[in-house]
Nanobody
Framework: QVQLVESGGGLVQPGGSLRLSCATS????????IAWFRQAPGKERERVSC????????TDADSVTGRFTISRDNAKRTYYLQMNSLEPEDTAVYYC????????????????WGQGTQVTVSS
């Protein structure tokens, strides 16, 4: 059994920063790609950032390139999404997801999901 628990969401003003955390438990997840997705009201869930399991390379959506950074702490079994220069368009529920064999944008490729954490960017 794998559990993913996100934290770190909240209300932030435009231009501000947040760091999301995804704490994992259960089986080792080192063999899988790790991704952060988000879903805004009325929109489809989209992949924001992904960390490859093969070479630790990262892939970011164009809308967040240069502002968001995905990382992990293997000792803590925790993954992070550092979000800087936040914009109102970043408002969404953010999910961590694990289980894909590569950095896929297809949500069906990810086996385990967290419960989501709300990020609201507003003045």
């Amino acid at each position: 059994q794998v559990q993913l628990v996100e934290s770190g969401g909240g209300l932030v003003q435009p231009g501000g920063s947040l760091r999301l955390s995804c704490a994992t438990s259960g089986k080792a997840l080192n063999y899988y790609a790790i991704a952060w997705f988000r879903q805004a009201p009325g929109k489809e869930r989209e992949r924001v950032s992904c960390l490859s399991n093969s070479d630790d390379s990262t892939t970011d959506a164009d809308s967040v390139t240069g502002r968001f950074t995905i990382s992990r702490d293997n000792a803590k079994r925790t993954y992070y999404l550092q979000m800087n220069s936040l914009e109102p368009e970043d408002t969404a529920v953010y999910y961590c997801a694990v289980g894909a064999l590569y950095c896929s944008i297809d949500i069906s490729h990810y086996v385990w999901w967290g419960q989501g954490t709300q990020v609201t960017v507003s003045s």
